[in-house]
C-alpha cells in the first residue's frame, strides 16, 4: 500500500510539472522596440515616424491584433534606446540549482536549474544537454532585486532573493548564504549594465522640445501621436518608466498603496472620474495626497493632465475644465521635474495660442504664474483652499495681534510668515520699528514662531488636523519678537499695546518674577485697563486671566502638606505594639478590605478639602485684587498700562523670552536641574524657576558658539566653558538667538557679512562667531531692555 501511494505521488507530481511548464510558469522573451541614439530625429529620422497608438482591447481581452507577445508588449508602452539582441549562445554569467516559489501549487518550492546571461534570467528542467527551458525573465534596467535577509531566513530556513521583472517576479530560495550573495550580484550586475528605458512618451516629448520652434512639425506629431492627446478609454501602464516591484513606497504601505506602477495607473482613472463626479474636491485631495505620499508619481500626473488637455472634443465643457482645475491645484502644490516643466510651459503656451480669452487660456496663464512662485508643500491643500484654486481666487486669512485685536489678510497658497509679517508691519505703521516681530501659531497652551519661509497655507491646513485631534483652537498671532529698544516705543503707539500684552502674557505663565503683593498690583492694573474704574456690573474676569494659578496652587499644598496635630487616642495607639494593631486570624481579610475602603474614602476627602480650599484662597486673592482696584479710581487706560509697565520692568530679565531647560551641571551630563534659559537683547541669563536675580549671564561678546549638539541638546560655549541644555526648544532658541545676533549685527552696518539669520529648517551644528577687531558686542550702546 505505501508503494502505491508513492507512485501515485510521484504521477502526480509529474503531471502538475507538465500543467506548469505549458500554462502555468512559462513567460516567454519579452520583446522590445530597439532604438539606437543613432536613430533618432537627429540623424535623418522623422518625428512622425514615432507612431504609438493608444492601446485599446476588444471584448475578447485583446488589442485587435494577433495575440503576440510583440503586441501585448506594446501595451506596456515601454521602448528601450540601445539594441540588445539575444545571441544564439549567450555567455553565461552564474548558473546552479534554485528553489523557485511557486503560486496556485500544494508544493509551494520547486527546484529548477537557472542560468543568467547578459540579457535574461532563464530556468530549465535540469543541467543536461537539450532540457527544456521552462521559463525567460529579460532583464532590463527598469528590472530590481531585493536581496537576502535574516528574517525570512529565521521563518523560512532559506536565504531569498527576489528578481521584479515586468511581468513575472521570481522568488528564489537556497540553503547558503553565500550562493544568495552571488546570485543577487551577479542579477544586479547584469541589470547596471542595461542601457535606460525610455517610455513613447519620453520620446515624443523630446521631439517637441527640439522642434518647438517648428508648429506645423509638433502638429504632425500630435496627429499622429494619440498617446499625447485625450482619451476616454482606460491606460494600461505608466507614461514614464518605473522600476519594477519598487520597493520605495513600502513606508506608506499603512496606506494601501500597491507598486509605483500600479498606482500610476489607478490615478489615471481617478482623473478620468472628475469628469462625471459631482463634487471634486475628495478626488482632487485623493490625487495630491497620493503624489505627497509617493513622489516618483508627481511627474506622471502632470503628463497625464497634459495628455487630457491636449486636443479634447469639447474643451469649454466643464467636465473637461476639471483637468484644469486639477492641473491648477498640482501647480501650486509640487514642482514637476525640469524635463517635464519644459513639457507643462510648452503646453500652457501652445493652449494660450490656440484659445485666447478662453477659460483655458485663464487657467493656463494662472498655472504659468504659480509654477515661479510654488515650493513644494508639506500638507495637501485643504477642502477650502482647493475650492479657491478652483475658482483662481485667494483665500482670506485671519491673523490675531496680542489681545482681542485681529485683521483680515488675502493670501495665496504661496504666502510665506515672511511676507504676512512685512504687510502687517506696514498695515500697523511698524516698518520704522527697531524692534522685530514674527508670526506665531497659537492655542491656548502653546504657541511657537514660524520661520520666515514657512507657507501659511499649510500653516492654515495644518491647523485643521490638530482641531480635529484635539478640542484646543488654534490661529496666527502677530506678535513682537526680538525687544531690541524699549525705551523708543510710543506710549501712543500699537508697539506699545504689544508689549503690555505679551508683558501680561508672561505674568499670567508664571514667567515674570516677582512678590505676591507687585502681582497683585499687576493684577488690579490689568483691570483698570480692560474695564475702567471699579463697579458691580462690570463683568470682570477669572483669576487664571489676572493672577499666575500656581501661584495659587502652591501656597494651599503648603498649607495642606504641614501635618495635623493628632488626638490624645491616637497618640497611645502609634505606641502599641504591631500584634496589637493588626490582628491577625479569620478576620484579618475584612479588616484589611475595610482599610483600604477607608484610605479610598480618605484620598476623595482630600480631594474634595483641596478644591474648597483651592476655591477659597481664589476668592481671598480675588478680593484682594479688587480692593487695590479700587483704589485705582481715576486711572486712565494709558496710565494703568505705564504703570503696569513701570512694575515689570523692575525685574532685570525683562524683555527676555524664556525657556524651561535642564542644565546639565557636570560636563558628562551626569546632574541636572532644571531652570530658564533667558535670552535677551544683550546676553543669555540663566534662572532659577520663580526667582528674580540670574544664577549667572553671558553676554553675547563673550559667547563663541552656539548650536545643536543632538536630537535635544543645545550647547553654548562661553570662553572655555561649555554648557549643556536639554530642552523641547531646540529650534526656537536657535531662531531666537541668530535673530538677534543678525538685529546686532545690522545696526552695527554688517547686515550683508553675518550670514546669521532665521532659517528656515535649523541645521545639526555650530555657529561659531569669528572674531574681528571691531567693539565686541559690550561695547555698543544699549537700551536697558
Known sequence: MPLQGFCWFLCCRQGFSLLGRDYGEKEEEESFELRNKEDLTSNGRSPAEVTVSQPTRTANGTNGHTVSEASDEMKSLIIEKNKMGLEEDPELLVKGWLLRE???????????WFVLSQDSLDYYSGPEKGARRLGTLVLTNLCSVIWPDKQTYKETGYWSITVYGRKHC??????????????????????????????????????????????????????????LKYTQGPLYAPLLPFPYGSLEHTYHSGKGYGSVREEAVKLFNCLQQLESAREPVPIIQGVLQTCLDLRPLRDEVYCQLVKQTSCTPAPHTAAHLRYWQLLTCMSCTFLPGP??????????????????????????????????????????????EIQMLMSRQEMLCTVHYPGPGSCQLYISSHTTANEVVRRLQEKLGLQDSKNTFALYEQNALWEQPLANGALIADILTSFSTKESESNSQWKLCFKLYCLLDADSISVDSIEYLFLFEQCHEMVVRGQLPACEEDLQALAALRLQCLIGDFSTHAPCPTLDELFPSHMVEARVLMSL??????????????????????????????????????????????????????????????????????????????????AYL?????WSGFGCTLYEVDFYISSTGSFSQKLWLGVAATSVSLYRQGEAEALESFPYGQICSYGVSDSNT?????GDRDLLFETTKLTEIMQLMNAYFSAIRRQRGKGEDTGITIADRTEVGFHHLAQTPTPTLLELPSHPV
Open 102 to 112: 511557486v503560486r496556485g501549487s500544494w508544493i509551494k518550492q520547486r527546484r529548477y
Open 170 to 227: 521570481y522568488k528564489l530560495y537556497t540553503k547558503h548564504f553565500n550562493e544568495a550573495v552571488h546570485w543577487a550580484c551577479g542579477v544586479q550586475k547584469v541589470i547596471d549594465t542595461k542601457a535606460p528605458v525610455e517610455t513613447p512618451t519620453q520620446l515624443l516629448i523630446r521631439d517637441i522640445e527640439e522642434n518647438k520652434f517648428n508648429p506645423e512639425v509638433v502638429e504632425h506629431i500630435y496627429q499622429h501621436n494619440p498617446i
Open 339 to 384: 524635463t517635464v516643466l519644459k513639457y507643462l510651459r510648452f503646453h500652457l503656451k501652445r493652449i494660450q495660442s490656440q484659445s485666447p480669452e478662453s477659460e483655458m487660456d485663464n487657467y493656463a496663464s494662472f498655472i504659468g504664474e504659480a509654477l515661479e512662485k510654488t515650493k513644494c508643500r508639506e500638507c495637501v491643500p485643504s477642502w477650502e
Open 561 to 642: 502638606s504641614a501635618p495635623p496635630a493628632l488626638p490624645p487616642c491616637q497618640l497611645a495607639a502609634q505606641g502599641c505594639p504591631p500584634t496589637q494593631r493588626f490582628p491577625t486570624g479569620l478576620l484579618a481579610g475584612a479588616l484589611w478590605s475595610h482599610t483600604a475602603t477607608a484610605a479610598h474614602k480618605q484620598k476623595v476627602e482630600q480631594d474634595m478639602r483641596l478644591r474648597s480650599r483651592l476655591k477659597e484662597e481664589a476668592v481671598a486673592v480675588m478680593g484682594s485684587i479688587v480692593e487695590r482696584w479700587k483704589g485705582l479710581a481715576g486711572y486712565s487706560r494709558r496710565d494703568s498700562m505705564a
Open 646 to 650: 513701570t512694575i515689570a520692568r523692575q
Open 714 to 718: 543645545f550647547k553654548i560655549t562661553a
